[in-house]
């Protein structure tokens, strides 16, 4: 992968440049707004994207973040540089600072030199925006890769035809996820962006579960899509289309076939792939064994905290962190009270009787519990008993994503002693027997969101 890499000549001389507080602080405030966003950030591999720049008065120059600068929230003075020259033909560029300008700075410098009267340029990555605008606003050719001398004659051509009425955006084909937007001065180039973003943005819902929900009748101009992620494939391919006038995105947990065990689904692919085709909130469906005599076979809980009991589950994004760049995520309720009042309003009108709230128990599997360990979860205050909310639930809010569940009990563990444990086929034969429900509940609640 040569993403993120510089490909020009630097002549780079290491020293300090000198930032004025006004024009640092103008950085800061707009990289945030971007960076919040997960327009600028880092992947999983290590690599920064996203960068930003601004003209200089005279003209001539122009400070930018630096190489390998994606990763950081904040930013000091010694993570830019300042480009004093720089040649196209040649593929080279002239810097200062303590650290080399950015992979992308050639393409800063060609909309600077078609439009001189821009005085910002930002450089984000958003992959489902990207596929959005790609051909649809100006783009270059997807045979032109990053970095590349050709890759700057490009903007520049397509930035010396905008009219100044029209929005300043640039579509990187041959760069996927690479967007370029510019204005008169850093807030007007971010906003440019982050208003692009905000406009086009739809509801797009992912379903985990959701057996029955792809057929024909229910799932509208259906497609198949295959997302490569960082941690591997999906458990599925996501099958795509809308439901009930909304985009949505289905993924199927233990594979099409159920072939994959609990402790073998790739909840990182899953949720990683989910935001990456732009998701805005995630409906999950799940059998449980319940833990109260008042939830019986086939009742519905709508999930409000869960306990992890999970053992041998990667459960974070975050393997490492940063120097002073810590990541822990708030979980006090990890479950979002919209979607979650979107089921209930929905079960309602729909005359489907459900559990407002419950606390579900995740445990490792495949096996199913001891009595004794049953026992004790019910001590602990849980509810129902499955083995997949955690960690799918931690890794959505992570990455920010709204989750909710819809957990359907199924039997009653092993914890009664005045009927046989839970086996498969029980469990098989009550889903079976109620799933018509939760996708009507499903199909009506999407609606809503």
């Not at 869960?306 to 120097?323: A, G, K, L, V, Y």
């Not at 606390?359 to 602990?380: C, D, H, K, Q, Y």
Request: aromatic share 8%.
């Amino acid at each position: 992968m040569t993403e993120g890499y510089i490909k020009f000549q630097c002549d780079w001389e290491q020293k300090e440049i000198p930032i004025p507080e006004e024009l640092f602080q103008a950085f800061e405030g707009e990289r945030s707004r971007l960076f919040k966003l997960g327009l600028i950030g880092m992947y999983p591999d290590g690599i920064g994207f996203g960068n930003i720049s601004v003209k200089s008065e005279e003209n001539t120059s122009f400070i930018i973040t630096g190489s390998a600068t994606g990763q950081y929230a904040h930013l000091d003075h010694s993570h830019f540089a300042l480009v004093t020259g720089y040649n196209f033909e040649k593929n080279s560029l002239t810097c200062e600072g303590m650290t080399k300008a950015s992979a992308e700075s050639l393409t800063h410098a060609a909309v600077y030199e078609a439009l001189p009267e821009m005085g910002a340029v930002v450089h984000v990555h958003c992959l489902w925006l990207w596929e959005k605008l790609l051909n649809n606003y100006p783009t270059t050719s997807e045979e032109i890769e990053y970095g590349t001398p050709e890759m700057a004659y490009a903007v520049k051509t397509l930035a010396s035809t905008l009219a100044m009425e029209q929005q300043k955006v640039i579509i990187m084909g041959g760069h996927r996820e690479g967007i370029l937007a510019f204005g008169r001065n850093l807030k007007e180039a971010t906003s440019t962006i982050i208003n692009l973003l905000t406009k086009i943005k739809m509801t797009k819902i992912a379903i985990i579960g959701g057996s029955g929900l792809e057929n024909p009748s229910i799932l509208k101009n259906s497609t198949e899509l295959k997302i490569e992620t960082p941690y591997g494939p999906t458990t599925s391919d996501f099958k795509c289309g809308t439901i009930n006038g909304r985009d949505v995105a289905i993924l199927s947990r233990h594979g099409r076939q159920h072939t994959i065990p609990p402790s073998q689904v790739n909840n990182r692919a899953n949720i990683w792939a989910i935001r990456e085709i732009g998701c805005t909130h995630i409906l999950a469906t799940t059998a449980c064994g319940s833990l109260r005599q008042e939830i019986g076979r086939g009742n519905f809980v709508i999930l409000d905290q869960f306990i992890d009991f999970t053992r041998h589950r990667p459960i974070s994004f975050f393997e490492s962190f940063e120097p002073h760049e810590m990541k822990h995520t708030p979980m006090a309720d990890p479950f979002d009270n919209y979607i979650r009042s979107k089921i209930i309003e929905t079960a309602k009108n729909l005359n489907i009787s459900i559990f407002e709230k419950g606390t579900v128990v995740t445990i490792e599997g495949p096996r199913f519990s001891t009595r004794a360990e049953s026992n004790m979860f019910r001590l602990w205050g849980a509810d129902v008993i499955n083995m997949s909310t955690a960690p799918e639930a931690i890794l959505a809010n992570e990455l920010g994503i709204p989750y909710a569940a819809i957990a359907m009990s199924t039997d009653y563990d092993c914890w009664k002693t005045d009927e046989a444990p839970v086996t498969w086929n029980e469990v098989l034969k009550v889903f079976n027997e109620n799933v018509s429900r939760v996708i009507d509940l499903l199909i009506h609640t999407i609606g809503k969101i």
